[in-house]
């Protein structure tokens, strides 16, 4: 493999999202969005919610991530292992508004009862807004 290139994978408990080489990658972490370019330190952090930017031969990608971790290995190697991944162009907008609407009712009904895991609601309702915000922009959406 050459020094300018690096091996990139990203995975869901579901599916292999992405996997190939590229130039560098953006990664939005829990300490702020890392870029990693060929000969990175080797790294491990938390993803946050936000959008993946990826530059390989074709150009640049986008994808939406929410939760999980990120590894850049000393082999010019990164792996993320996301909670959840969607390439841009794969993203349903209608489903994904569906999603959150549903959310925040299932919020507001949670507020009137006991045991409710809110932290897990808002979690919800943050990965669907996010899918919403990358879909749209990499849909020229407004």
């Known amino acids: 493999m050459s020094d300018n290139i690096l091996q990139f994978k990203i995975a869901t408990p ?3 999202v992405y996997e190939d080489e590229i130039k560098q ?3 939005p972490t829990t300490s702020g969005e890392v870029t990693i370019l060929p000969n990175h330190i080797p790294l491990v952090s938390v993803l946050q919610a936000g959008e993946i930017k990826i530059t390989d031969k074709d150009g640049e990608h986008v994808l939406a991530v929410a939760g999980g971790f990120l590894e850049v290995r000393d082999n010019n190697e990164i792996v993320i292992l996301a909670d959840n991944a969607e390439r841009a162009e ?8 569906e999603a959150r609407k549903r959310a925040e009712k299932e919020l507001e009904k949670a507020k009137t009862e006991e045991n409710i895991d809110f932290a897990k609601l808002q979690a919800v309702i943050d990965r669907e807004m996010n ?3 990358v879909g749209k ?3 020229n959406v407004k």
């Not at 794969?90 to 508004?97: C, M, Q, V, Y």
């Open 14 to 16: 579901e599916k292999v």
């Open 25 to 27: 990658a953006s990664i």
């Open 90 to 97: 794969e993203i349903d907008l209608e489903r994904a508004e």
């Open 131 to 133: 899918r919403i915000k």
């Open 137 to 139: 922009k990499y849909k």
